[in-house]
């Protein structure tokens, strides 16, 4: 038997062309006879090796040798292990399963929100919007003649048509609609002629709404009718105490008060 010493010399001597496991100096090749001699076995417990060999104790490995613990005669990640029941982990090691192919972790669709996603993991497309034009008029609850008129002025314009723009707008308020009506006679031709435009264009930009918007236009130009309604209230209780104080002051000076 040899001792450690000298297997280490015969396993490290580079005039040895048979590397690791070549016959000792005198000793008959291997099937002549004569039998290998044996390496002291490794200590109770030693781990064993990918291919059931242990390594002898005493003897310096090879660089490559493989550490204890990895596949026999590979390198660490060659034998990626398999998660239990082959499905893939998350926060694994790059290299690791799942190999290219498989999808990847948190890529799976979830089948109880809202139905199956598609195939590239976007939600369902859902039908494009219908956008064509309702055509929803504004200022056709006044069937009645609006009894409102415009204090007198000298401007150029068709106060019958303006009156009817201003009833019929919705984003103008009952105090603000009756700023307008008492500074009429202090506005320029420009400024009307711009009011009636912009009169004309919030119509226009109602109408192209789609009928998704014609609930709540209806509700906003029923509003607007009501305020409309309770301002010439208004302004028929105002003219009558006008009158009235006209009445009043002729009958005083007819008596000489």
Not at 178 to 192: C, G, M, N
């Amino acid at each position: 038997m040899y001792n450690p010493t000298e297997l280490k010399q015969i396993y490290m001597d580079p005039k040895n062309d048979q590397g690791q496991g070549a016959q000792p100096a005198g000793q008959n090749p291997q099937g002549q006879g004569q039998t290998q001699p044996q390496p002291p076995q490794p200590p109770q417990g030693a781990g064993q090796g990918g291919a059931g060999q242990a390594q002898p104790q005493g003897i310096v490995p090879p660089a490559m040798y493989p550490p204890q613990g990895y596949p026999q005669g590979g390198m660490p990640g060659a034998y990626p292990q398999m998660p239990p029941q082959g499905y893939p982990q998350g926060g694994m090691q790059p290299g690791m399963y799942p190999p290219p192919g498989y999808p990847q972790p948190g890529m799976y669709s979830d089948m109880g929100m809202g139905g199956q996603q598609g195939l590239g993991g976007g939600m369902p497309t859902q039908e494009p919007e219908d956008t064509t034009p309702a055509n929803f008029p504004l200022g056709t609850k006044f069937v009645q003649p609006i009894k409102i008129t415009l204090p007198k002025n000298e401007l150029s314009f068709d106060e019958k048509y303006f009156v009817t723009l201003l009833a019929g707008s919705i984003s103008l308020s009952k105090e603000e609609k009756k700023r307008i009506i008492d500074s009429v006679p202090k506005l320029k031709q420009s400024q009307i002629d711009e009011l009636i435009n912009i009169f004309e264009e919030e119509k226009e930009k109602f109408a192209a709404l789609s009928k998704k918007h014609v609930p709540k236009l209806e509700e906003l130009a029923q509003q607007h009718y009501n305020e409309w309604m309770d301002l010439e209230t208004e302004s028929e209780q105002v003219q009558k105490k006008s009158e009235d104080q006209d009445k009043a002051e002729a009958i005083r000076k007819q008596l000489g008060l």
